[in-house]
């Protein structure tokens, strides 16, 4: 059974012009030194809602859902998630996936029967280990991204910009790497700080400067800040 960290009845933030509800799916083998959700990196942890019973709740609100978007965590770390989307489809309801392209197979199989993904870029390539805290991220990363270009399905590339943890070359790098991998539109999202997370005393928090914000638009895809 997939194993959840959260259930968001609806929301309208989490899938672009759509009506959605969020499963967060427990678990993530990453250590990002930004993770908004900490809590939903480990596996096996007690308490959380029980896909049976949302499943039951979905099936009352088809008429009021587009869709459902797997979140986490990494939802494409549970096994179980390919028959959680076959379920969800059932109902009649789209399905659609925020997923850092931790594992690239399994990404390619589930990619049929999704409707849209939301993709992290963590930086460039290079500052890839770094930041996830894991080896061979960047290689998993660039497999997946390859897997979303070629397959069509809809997507939003996303990075989170969090000014200690991603560097100004880095994020101009970023830029390049996505615009010659064929992305067309890019949007870098703020970082949004946690108390209790390791990165919270950075201070003083901005936006890339204005010299930084010209060459991004100048060298990478379309951009959108958000
Ligand atoms: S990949 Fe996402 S969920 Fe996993 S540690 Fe990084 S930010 Fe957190």
Redesign the pocket.
Known sequence: MLELGGFTPLSTVDWPDRLAAVVFVQG?????G?????E??RRGRPGGPRWPAVLDTLSRRTGLLDGVVFS???PTADPQLPEATAQVRALGLQAGLHT?G?YPQRLAALLPSLAWVGF?I?TDFAGYEAL?GRRRSAAATRRSLEHLLASGVAYEIRT?YHPALVSDPALLDCARMLKALGVRDWVLQRWRPRDDTPSAQVSGWQWPGEALMQALRAHGPSLTLR
């Open positions: 993530c083998p990453w250590r990002c930004y993770c908004h959700n900490p939903l990196q986490g965590g990494e850092a931790i992290d963590k996830t989170t």
